[in-house]
């Protein structure tokens, strides 16, 4: 089975418990929107591409959910400096995986790790450094490799050739999705033991997000402090039924 369809069910698992609902409340979307999205990249995946002519097409799974997916996140995006730091980014991480597929040896074998996985790694990570706050991150990694397909399609037309290609088709919907949650990944991490050091989140940070953080970090001090007395009215009615017994 293909790496991204088992990324994506992974997600959807902790999605769905509520594992991933601190990386959601960043990136503004909520967990109905977040499994809708990914059932429809799993299904879009396997659907016939969409034609756009000249050899060209898109896969619905892999190219056209995650642009939908990047252009809802960009709007969603709080200030005009956060969409500017998201389009760099995205440029810069489609730059570097360009320069990577460009002139690292052609023969897969001869590269120190498979192109599946080296594509999406250097988009996740460069995506990360561009764009640093989680939304900017998962945008810059998504699109450094669907841009990527762009700039082959054109870099082959300048050179008066004719390209065949389908955007976010076959191994790219892999590395669309590893490089997205590698992104965000890396964000979440790194930003997590920076704001946990600093005591909790930047107070430059949006109201409405620093409330929502807050509402998070305070269920889940009241989940530990049910599980707390549970466990006390459990060990009391224990010794009730022993002393019964006695």
Do not use: C, H
């Not at 809708?36 to 619905?60: E, K, R, T, V």
């Not at 990694?141 to 300048?158: E, K, R």
């Not at 997000?209 to 009241?222: C, F, P, Q, R």
């Amino acid at each position: 089975m293909p790496v991204g369809p088992i990324v994506l069910t992974i997600v959807a698992v902790l999605v769905f418990f509520g594992f991933a609902q601190r990386i959601l409340d960043r990136l503004r979307l909520t967990d109905k929107a977040a499994l809708a999205f990914i059932a429809a990249m799993f299904i879009g995946a396997y659907l016939p591409d969409i034609p756009l002519g000249n050899n060209l097409g898109i896969n619905i799974g892999g190219g056209l959910v995650p642009l939908i997916l990047v252009g809802y996140l960009f709007y969603k995006a709080n200030t005009t400096k956060e969409r500017v730091r998201a389009a760099i980014a995205s440029l810069v991480a489609a730059v570097a995986v360009w320069g990577v597929e460009r002139y690292m040896p052609e023969e897969p074998g001869a590269m120190v790790i498979d192109p599946l996985y080296m594509y999406p790694i250097v988009a996740g990570i460069v995506g990360y450094l561009a764009g640093r706050s989680r939304r900017s991150a998962f945008i810059a990694g998504i699109m450094g490799v669907v841009l990527t397909d762009i700039f082959y399609v054109v870099s082959v037309a300048i050179d008066g050739g004719e390209a065949s290609t389908v955007i976010g088709g076959a191994g790219i919907f892999d590395s669309v999705v590893i490089a997205g949650i590698l992104a965000v990944a890396l964000a979440e991490l790194i930003g997590e033991t920076r704001e946990r050091i600093q005591g909790g989140p930047s107070e430059d940070r949006p109201e409405e997000l620093k409330k929502n953080l807050k509402g998070v970090e305070l269920a889940n001090m009241l989940k530990k402090d049910d599980k707390k007395t549970k466990g006390k009215v459990a060990s009391l009615d224990e010794k009730r039924k022993k002393g019964k017994k006695k």
